[in-house]
Nanobody, 117 residues
Framework: QVQLVESGGGLVQSGGSLRLSCAAS????????MGWYRQAPGKQRELVAS???????NYADSVKGRFTISRDNAKNTVYLQMNGLKPEDTAVYYC???????????WGQGTQVTVSS
């Protein structure tokens, strides 16, 4: 129902920054949450950051103070600004969209973020 296209992943040096983007298209309603999950090899997928339509944000403890999630509703895009990257941030990052209206959660294809030591 909702298509998500991510961009901005790649290889970065420890201490560097990356900005991930996730553009949503399709049937988009007013009330929805968007966020970022990540999954490292051998690990469970974990919530990195989320932002509701009302502007509430939530961050994993491991990224607080370093990552910032933002939304541009006019562009139907969510961003994840990642600063002070650490090797342990290396993972596949997935954008997600959840519609409270339909109860449907959509996922992006995932983008690899690799942080070198």
């Amino acid at each position: 129902q909702v298509q998500l296209v991510e961009s901005g992943g790649g290889l970065v040096q420890s201490g560097g920054s990356l900005r991930l983007s996730c553009a949503a298209s399709g049937i988009i309603f007013t009330i929805y949450d968007m966020g970022w999950y990540r999954q490292a090899p051998g690990k469970q997928r974990e919530l990195v950051a989320s932002r509701t339509s009302g502007g509430s944000t939530n961050y994993a403890d491991s990224v607080k103070g370093r990552f910032t999630i933002s939304r541009d509703n006019a562009k139907n895009t969510v961003y994840l600004q990642m600063n002070g990257l650490k090797p342990e941030d290396t993972a596949v990052y997935y954008c997600t969209h959840y519609s409270a209206y339909s109860g449907v959660r959509s996922w992006g294809q995932g983008t690899q973020v690799t942080v070198s030591s």
